[in-house]
């Protein structure tokens, strides 16, 4: 759930009906202009408090998690936030014109899976080798990468070192791939699903239109 997205559809629904609300008190009324505003004011932090309890339940229910999953899935995403911006750093650090392709593609799975996963929380379950294991992974060796690549003067041993850290990072790259399979793998099912059941459907409509050529060539 988007936070500031909730907060604006809920500020859509409370300002105006504040302003309503001290109307209503001010004229037909006729309260005075505090006692006015101190219960339009109570009415529309009342509404965003129930616009939010209403949209954060419409929200579990959808994603069909708990409030106690929630907090747990939530806590995590906002770790692995930090950690993506501490990659993208590291990345961006990088002088190494040969190895740009392979940290754009690092970044993009990384951020790709974090967007997936807070779109949709539930998805954080097929995704906890990269959140426990794999990303934590990918930002240490780049932060070394990055230390090392920064270095003025390089001797056989740090060029050595480099040489292995790309070819660990581009293995990492392709165990990223895997991770963003794993978060997508209910969709490709449900698509080959629907595409089993189109094509079943298109040959019983084909053989209703054309029984006796069909009959023909069986």
């Known amino acids: 759930m988007n936070p500031i997205l909730s907060f604006l559809l809920r ?3 409370a300002v105006p009906l504040t302003v309503v ?4 008190c001010f ?12 219960i339009a004011i109570t009415g529309g932090i009342l509404t965003h408090l129930i616009l939010s309890i209403v949209m954060n339940r419409s929200f579990l229910k ?6 106690k999953e929630y907090r747990y899935i939530r806590k995590n995403l906002m770790e692995a936030k930090q950690k993506i911006n501490r990659l993208n ?19 993009r799975i990384t951020k790709k899976i974090h967007k997936m996963t ?29 230390f090392l690549s920064s270095q003025p003067k390089k001797n056989m041993e740090m060029g050595q070192s480099l040489i292995e850290t790309r070819h660990t990072l581009n293995e990492l790259t392709k165990v990223l791939e ?29 053989d209703a239109k054309f029984p006796e050529e069909n009959r023909w060539l069986k």
């Open 11 to 13: 500020s859509f629904v």
């Open 21 to 24: 609300t001290w109307l209503v």
């Open 27 to 38: 004229f037909p009324l006729g309260q005075a202009f505090w006692p006015s505003t101190g």
């Open 62 to 67: 959808k994603h069909q998690i708990s409030r």
């Open 89 to 107: 750093k590291n990345l961006f650090t990088i002088r190494d014109i040969s190895s740009v392709k392979q940290r754009i593609d690092l970044l």
């Open 118 to 146: 807070t779109k949709e929380p539930k998805r954080f379950y097929q995704a906890e080798q990269f959140y426990f294991s794999h990303l934590d992974s990918i930002v240490e060796l780049t932060e070394k990468y990055s």
């Open 178 to 206: 895997e991770d963003l399979y794993k978060v997508i793998s209910d969709d490709i099912d449900h698509l080959n699903f629907e595409i089993d059941v189109a094509k079943h459907t298109l040959n019983k409509e084909k």
